[in-house]
């Protein structure tokens, strides 16, 4: 499920760096931002001449691709996230599957990321599978592999079965 979770991040950082280019600040941050970010631009744009050619909407699309980019980047990054929580809490024993839970359950902050159905959507998935690797990770039979990977640790260290004159 953590593994599932990763890949729809991927997929929403793909979404967004293919799609938030082409639409407008309005559009993805709301009327009130979008009036302080042209303000902010034109502000800017008198201080740097190199923006000074640059107009409102041009400053605009290079700000929605740069954040496109972003989105792209920290998909990647939740995707390695995602691999290695599932790893820890499927390998790692108890601590590994705190670790997992917690990342899970922090999941839920990627709602602050969306920004039309489709992102929502993703998010959903995203946060839903999280919700059922939790679930999964603290079920009996779960908890049971653990303990069952931890003795077998513990009976490999011991050297029991290298030991000859043990058998």
């Known amino acids: ?3 599932a979770a990763g890949m729809t991040s991927l997929i929403w950082g793909i979404y967004v760096f293919v799609t938030l280019p082409t639409q407008t600040m ?16 034109e502000r800017q744009s008198a201080q740097d001449p190199e923006l000074q050619n640059l107009s409102a909407q041009e400053m605009e699309e290079v700000t929605l691709l740069g954040i496109g980019v972003i989105a792209l980047i ?6 390695a996230l995602y691999v290695t929580t599932a790893f820890l809490g499927s390998m790692a024993g108890n601590a590994g599957r705190v670790l997992a839970t917690i990342w899970a359950a922090l ?17 959903f998935v995203t946060v839903a599978l999280s919700i059922a690797a939790i679930v999964f990770m603290w079920l009996p039979a779960s908890s049971k ?11 490999s ?5 290298n030991n000859p ?3």
Request: net charge negative.
């Open 165 to 167: 004159a043990q058998h």
């Open 74 to 79: 920290w998909a990647f990054i939740l995707l």
């Open 107 to 123: 999941s839920i902050l990627f709602f602050f990321l969306g920004y039309d159905g489709i992102t929502y959507g993703i998010i």
């Open 145 to 155: 592999y653990i303990r069952h990977r931890k003795w077998e640790k513990e009976v």
């Open 1 to 3: 499920a953590l593994l």
């Open 157 to 161: 260290r011991s050297g029991y079965y």
């Open 26 to 41: 309005d559009q993805v941050f709301g009327g009130g931002f979008s009036d302080a970010f042209v303000e902010e631009m």
